[in-house]
């Protein structure tokens, strides 16, 4: 199936800055959304960021302005420019698609990637 390759978390201090990477890979026709969601210990996963194939982004109201999500689609790659980064901010990301696998699809298929950890620290 498709795999969702994620890339750049780690450890960074408060007011950092950091950019998340993900890319998609596999048997793909067209990918309508992708985006991060975010899951701490003890919470439930919550929408980071997403963008639209055309180019539309939502944001949660505790990313927006301090996040910006981009998007390559013929790399089939999305990015989270993380700054002013906050312990609260401390998760595992999630990457995830929403796509069609074949022109043939009468359905939109969601992947999500393994995860990255974010920690934000002193």
């Known amino acids: 199936q498709v795999q969702l390759l994620e890339s750049g978390g780690g450890l960074v201090q408060p007011g950092g800055s950091l950019t998340l990477s993900c890319v998609a890979s596999?048997?793909?026709?067209?990918?309508?959304?992708m985006g991060w969601y975010r899951q701490a210990p003890g919470k439930q996963r919550e929408l980071v960021a997403n963008i639209s194939s055309g180019g539309t982004t939502l944001y949660t109201s505790t990313a927006k302005g301090r996040f910006t999500i981009s998007r390559d689609n013929a790399k089939n790659t999305v990015h989270l420019q993380m700054n002013s980064l906050r312990p609260e901010d401390t998760a595992v990301y999630y990457c995830?698609?929403?796509?069609?696998?074949?022109?043939?699809?009468?359905?939109?298929?969601?992947?999500w990637g393994q995860g990255t950890q974010v920690t934000v620290s002193s």
């Open positions: 596999g048997s793909i026709f067209s990918i309508y959304v």
């Open positions: 995830y698609a929403a796509l069609v696998r074949s022109r043939d699809s009468d359905y939109v298929e969601e992947y």
